[in-house]
């Protein structure tokens, strides 16, 4: 039932492609079926894509909290159907990082991280969520409690901590 959600899941979310699970966050290219932003929704971003995406992610991190607590105490049918909303709240975080960055023409590789740049932190991100999708197809749940508690909380703090960062420059700038 489990592998059954997270397979329609991944067939129904546009940002992730099935033979690879990766978010396709790149901005190089368009997938079919989107458009281009137009000078309005680049504007729109531009001014209030950072704060979009910071609400976004600091919502996600409560209910992947939730969804690990959950595959703890075995109740792996309620742990999932938390885990699903957690990949559609990372998805529209993922999707508002990439409007943002288009918005404000940043490139992530020379963004300074704690760890390395912001692409650093963009791949980790992409690599603990394939290793997730893989635990869950072998049914380690507890593996995918350690992920969550110890590399995507993590992960999505250094996110948080970043965009924030960003929004303060631009502010300075201003």
Known sequence: MKEILM???INQNPTLTPQGLDFNISGQEIPSGQTP????????WAESGLDIAITSVERVKS???RSSELF??????LANRF?????EGLQRFMESISKTKAALKLDFAKIPTESGTLADTEQSMLFILKGMFQNQQRKEYEEIADKIEYELITNLCA???SLNRIRQTLI???
Do not use: K, M, Y
């Not at 932003?37 to 729109?44: E, G, I, M, V, Y």
């Not at 885990?83 to 990949?87: K, L, R």
């Open 7 to 9: 397979e329609q899941e």
């Open 37 to 44: 932003l137009s000078a309005t929704d680049l504007n729109l």
């Open 63 to 65: 209910s992947l909290i």
């Open 72 to 77: 703890r105490e075995q109740d792996s049918a």
């Open 83 to 87: 885990f699903v909303q957690c990949v």
């Open 159 to 161: 996110w948080t901590t």
């Open 172 to 174: 300075a700038g201003n």
